[in-house]
């Protein structure tokens, strides 16, 4: 079946414009996590979406980042004033279950939208 | 303060040696996995462990939990060229630094 799926798989921006990255779950995953990761870095948490309920934004870095999560499919982070310090790729990943659960929750990751800021 | 902390972070090894990859965490979710990422590819889930003394195997790699500890460790037996990637541990969304690991021939 489809995976998780990005849309665009690369941006290029200028400083300063805002930016809207968008992610597909797959089908029937109650679950979406929003992550970024620098050249050469680990995978920095951005956002947690579970059902209905409210959204764990611990993660954001600033309040320039924001992101959106309809019903249980798609989900969009939009990043406003983008900062050079922003190029990173952004992972999106789904899970059949959330953190709660008891049982595994292995998260399945889209291939990523690489993000470049002049 | 690091939840995930993971080590080595980088690690070459000639293939046919067997080495170990730590993984200590702080949150208190027991719940642990292992990815794997191959260079600009995105990650592949290995393995989901999660009660103290699991332990899953497949193939040359082999992890284990003890959550007494706060420690997984991943131990990779025989270790072949096509190992080489970097492997990074999971607790919660709290993900380690890394492992990079290049099998020599």
């Known amino acids: 079946g489809a995976g998780v799926s990005q849309s665009p798989s690369n941006k290029v921006t200028e400083k300063g414009k805002d930016v809207e990255l968008r992610c597909d779950p797959i089908?029937?995953?109650?679950?979406l996590y929003w992550y970024r990761q620098r050249l050469g870095q680990g995978l920095e948490f951005l956002i947690y979406?579970?059902?209905?309920?409210?959204?764990?934004k611990s993660g954001l870095p600033s309040d320039r980042f924001s992101a959106e999560r309809t019903g249980e499919s798609v989900s969009t982070l939009t990043i406003q004033r983008t900062q050079q310090e922003d190029s990173a790729v952004y992972l999106c990943?789904?899970?059949?279950?959330?953190?709660?659960?008891?049982?595994?929750?292995?998260?399945?990751f889209g291939p990523g939208t690489r993000l470049t800021v002049l | 303060e690091l939840k995930v902390e993971q080590n080595p972070l980088f690690l070459s090894m000639q293939e046919g040696k067997n080495y170990t990859i730590y993984c200590n965490y702080s949150?208190?979710?027991?719940?642990l996995y292992w990815y794997r990422q191959d260079p600009g590819k995105s990650l592949e889930s290995l393995f989901v462990l999660l009660s103290n003394g699991a332990v899953k195997q497949e193939g040359r790699l082999m992890a284990s939990l003890d959550t007494k500890a706060r420690l997984s460790t991943l131990h990779i037996t025989a270790a072949v060229h096509d190992l080489s990637a970097t492997y990074f541990c999971?607790?919660?969304?709290?993900f380690g630094t890394g492992t990079s690991l290049t099998v020599i021939p």
């Open positions: 990943a789904s899970s059949p279950l959330g953190l709660e659960t008891a049982s595994t929750d292995t998260q399945y």
């Open positions: 999971v607790n919660q969304f709290y």
């Open positions: 089908s029937g995953h109650t679950a």
């Open positions: 979406f579970q059902g209905n309920s409210a959204p764990d």
């Open positions: 949150t208190t979710s027991d719940r």
